[in-house]
């Protein structure tokens, strides 16, 4: 059985206490963060930048997940990769050259990703697989912690893994949104590498279950 990478996301930790959140899932078994950052304009939130990611860098050796849900990534991800970033995932649906810009990330020394929202179909990304360390694919629309999972998505999960192992394509799949012990296990079977999981990890009584569960 393979393992499952789980991410914890920290929009739903307590902003007040970050160090401390971060630890208990360290502590808990995690190995990744998913860090969301949103600009209030590619989707209606505004969460963290990188003078957060800087400071959360010096506390904790986790792989930094970074998902930059904002209009454009060309412009701020450098800030991200110097604060710690891990990994940067940028969405498919903004205008930028996409293929330029995961090759500079991935020059820079660290991993490229690609989300798609939605509404955003499979194939609008496809022939970008061979370059990519990640595809996100997304099962709520972007903004919140504590959406439902969107049922729906499961078949680009399906497609993808199909693809990615036809190929033989080094790229991880991961999900995001609504993710808890039931939605977990439906994505796995479905061929995803990597989960994350905000609301039911950071509102749990006990996040090392949580986490445990989430891999089942
Ligand atoms: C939503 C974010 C998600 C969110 C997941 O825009 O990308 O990472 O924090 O939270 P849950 O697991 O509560 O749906
Ligand atoms: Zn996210």
Request: net charge neutral; aromatic share 6%; charged share 20%.
């Amino acid at each position: 059985m393979k393992k499952i990478i789980i991410a914890p996301s920290i929009l739903s930790a307590n902003f007040a206490a970050l160090e401390r959140d971060v630890n208990i899932v360290e502590k808990a078994g995690a190995k990744w963060i998913h860090i969301d950052v949103i600009d209030g304009h590619f989707a209606p939130n505004i969460t963290m930048g990188p003078a957060i990611v800087k400071a959360l860098r010096k506390t904790t050796k986790l792989f930094f997940d970074i998902h930059l849900m904002i209009t454009s990534p060309e412009k701020y991800w450098q800030d991200f990769q110097k604060a710690g970033a891990n990994l940067i995932t940028f969405h498919s649906e903004v205008q930028v050259d996409k293929r330029k810009l995961i090759e500079n990330i991935k020059t820079s020394g660290i991993k490229a990703g690609i989300s798609i929202k939605p509404k955003t179909p499979v194939s609008d990304i496809e022939d970008l697989l061979s370059c990519l360390d990640l595809v996100l694919v997304m099962t709520v629309e972007p903004g919140f912690s504590g959406q439902f999972f969107m049922n729906d998505m499961i078949p680009k999960i399906e497609t993808l893994r199909k693809n990615i192992d036809q190929n033989n394509y080094n790229c991880l799949i991961e999900i995001d949104g609504g993710i808890n012990s039931q939605t977990s296990s439906i994505c796995i079977q479905a061929g995803a590498d990597a989960l994350v999981s905000g609301s039911y990890i950071f509102s749990a009584e006990n996040p090392a279950e949580a986490i445990k569960s989430l891999s089942l």
